[in-house]
């Protein structure tokens, strides 16, 4: 089939895209289960950032190699000309493209319902101050008992009548603690990001076990925090872990209620405070456990490793990368051809 050379320029650079992540989805599948195991080991708060690095890393590789090589070289080198394209390589473009454009969907499918969430609240919402928070709470009638931050890039906290009614002032304070740390940390705008992310194949199952484990070293972290405090390896405050604690059971009884008749939670970017029912006990369980002092992150060795040779290959491309484009555009011009 014959192109020309603008439609040629977009299937090559959806095919590269395509292939690098396949790729890189590969390696990532080979070495996910090591990585969440390694990743229990750590602190939470240390381990949730190097999940959610190791989660993007695929796609952000495949992208910035695309750009960096694949499209100028086609740029530089490519006759503008019509001519011809293999069948597999147009295939792949093919891919490619619903690769980018079915997680695109999906966050926008999300932006879009917490959009509409947020405009309900700042409608229908009434906002109350609380003396341990800096912003108003946004105060709901809604069926799904809510205690959580909803929206990526400012979120806002909201909660529901059934949720404020049950919970004492303590125990509100805690839980509003916690979600204070998901703000500082940018847990939502994470998830954004996650969900633009094109689907892990191969190494599905291994990337969803990475998401899974960010998504609960992410609550750990939070809970540290509202611990803990804002001062790293201080001691912790008892009172706070269990009225935090204590916080997490109730929420998670009138959740349990209300499922049972078909209540859902708006938006995959508003996480209840509870998170995942499945592993509330775990969560209690270590609130209620005695460590004193946060465990302090190891000498990470590998991620230095892996960030130096990094940083060797990025300097080692910029003294060769002429060559190294040309080289690269010569293989792919053999590959679609």
Not at 44 to 63: H, K, N, S, T, Y
Not at 70 to 94: M, N
């Amino acid at each position: 089939m014959k192109l020309d050379y603008f439609p040629r320029l977009g299937l090559i650079a959806c095919a590269s895209f395509f292939l690098l992540q396949t790729a890189f989805n590969l390696v990532l599948g080979c070495t996910g289960r090591w990585l969440v195991r390694r990743a229990r080991r750590q602190p939470p708060r240390w381990a949730a950032r190097q999940l959610f690095l190791f989660r993007i890393l695929p796609f952000a590789l495949a992208l910035a190699l695309t750009g960096a090589y694949c499209l100028p070289g086609f740029l530089r080198w490519e006759p503008k000309v019509r001519e011809g394209a293999a069948s597999w390589f147009l295939l792949a473009a093919v891919a490619g493209m619903l690769w980018l454009v079915i997680p695109f969907l999906r966050a926008a499918r999300a932006q879009w319902q917490t959009w509409r969430l947020l405009r309900l609240a700042g409608r229908e919402g009434n906002p109350i101050r609380v003396s341990c928070e800096s912003q108003p709470l946004w105060l709901l009638s809604l069926r799904t008992p809510l205690l959580a931050l909803a929206g990526g890039w400012r979120p806002r906290l909201l909660i529901s009548y059934s949720v404020l009614q049950a919970l004492p002032d303590e125990e509100l304070q805690a839980a509003l603690r916690h979600e204070a740390a998901h703000r500082r940390y940018h847990d939502n705008l994470k998830r954004f990001c996650l969900l633009l992310l094109p689907p892990a194949w191969p190494g599905r199952r291994n990337a969803q076990a990475l998401e899974q484990e960010w998504a609960r070293q992410s609550e750990w972290a939070a809970d540290d925090a509202a611990c803990f405090g804002e001062i790293e390896f201080q001691g912790k405050n008892h009172q706070t872990a269990l009225a935090l604690a204590s916080a997490l059971v109730r929420i998670a009884k009138l959740q349990r209620g209300s499922a049972l008749h078909g209540a859902e939670l708006p938006s995959q970017l508003c996480v209840s405070l509870t998170g995942d029912l499945n592993a509330l006990c775990e969560r209690v369980e270590r609130l209620l456990d005695d460590p004193q002092i946060h465990s302090q992150p190891r000498h990470d060795t590998m991620l230095a490793a892996i960030l130096g040779a990094a940083v060797m290959t990025l300097i080692s491309s910029a003294f060769f990368y002429l060559p190294l484009l040309y080289s690269l555009h010569r293989a792919l011009e053999a590959l679609v051809h």
